[in-house]
């Protein structure tokens, strides 16, 4: 991820290996008492986490809720033709789905976590409460740094559309992001009004590339 991000972007634009584990440690030492390790995925990681789960659970997030907010200068779209991503915004709330990862193997992979998430520092990673249905679960969330230069703010929903049935990256179209998404929350029983509005305001422009 960071020589994708160095190669299409600026090299000053991705963490270093030591800011990215001053972040890490920084986020560790501030580990709620007796919490597991908990993620919470709203966006990618709910179809990709890229790290082994012991345990899953549809949770909701109170205070936040998932918005393509994220400018995508690499992964989802170029700097040419920016593409979209999920972060999370103040307000409302969230359904998504707890990853626990294995204590065994929790700091390690979050090392690698951190590679994937934090490779330009978009996001500020926080202890959060997740509703996990029948237990309330101490978890980890990826928030979106509004005073990053990729935030894109308050986009209207045909801005998003427009963005996300174009754009196109090193890992695959805005659109592909969106759809796995949906799908993914669809397995776990999970619909999102605000993503199927987003789908079809996509789907209205016509079939993607």
């Not at 949770?59 to 936040?64: D, I, P, Q, V």
């Amino acid at each position: 991820m960071r020589e994708i991000y160095v190669a299409a972007v600026d090299p000053k634009r991705a963490l270093t290996d030591e800011q990215l584990s001053a972040s890490l440690n920084a986020t560790l030492a501030a580990r709620p008492k007796g919490a597991g390790w908990w993620v919470f995925a709203y966006g990618s990681l709910l179809w990709n986490p890229i790290f082994p789960v012991a345990e899953s659970r549809p949770a909701l997030l109170h205070g936040l809720h998932r918005r393509f907010c994220l400018w995508s200068l690499a992964s989802r779209g170029s700097p040419k033709a920016p593409g979209l991503v999920l972060g999370l915004m103040p307000g409302g709330a969230c359904r998504g789905v707890a990853y626990r990862l294995p204590s065994s193997l929790a700091i390690d992979e979050l090392h690698l976590l951190w590679r994937r998430e934090m490779v330009v520092g978009s996001y500020e990673p926080r202890w959060v409460t997740l509703d996990g249905g029948t237990r309330r679960l101490a978890g980890l969330a990826f928030v979106v740094r509004r005073d990053h230069p990729q935030f894109a703010g308050a986009l209207s929903l045909e801005r998003q559309a427009e963005v996300i049935a174009s754009a196109c990256g090193h890992l695959g179209s805005s659109r592909d992001y969106l759809e796995r998404t949906r799908i993914a929350l669809a397995s776990h029983g999970i619909v999102d009004p605000y993503l199927e509005r987003v789908t079809d305001a996509v789907r209205a422009r016509g079939p993607g590339k």
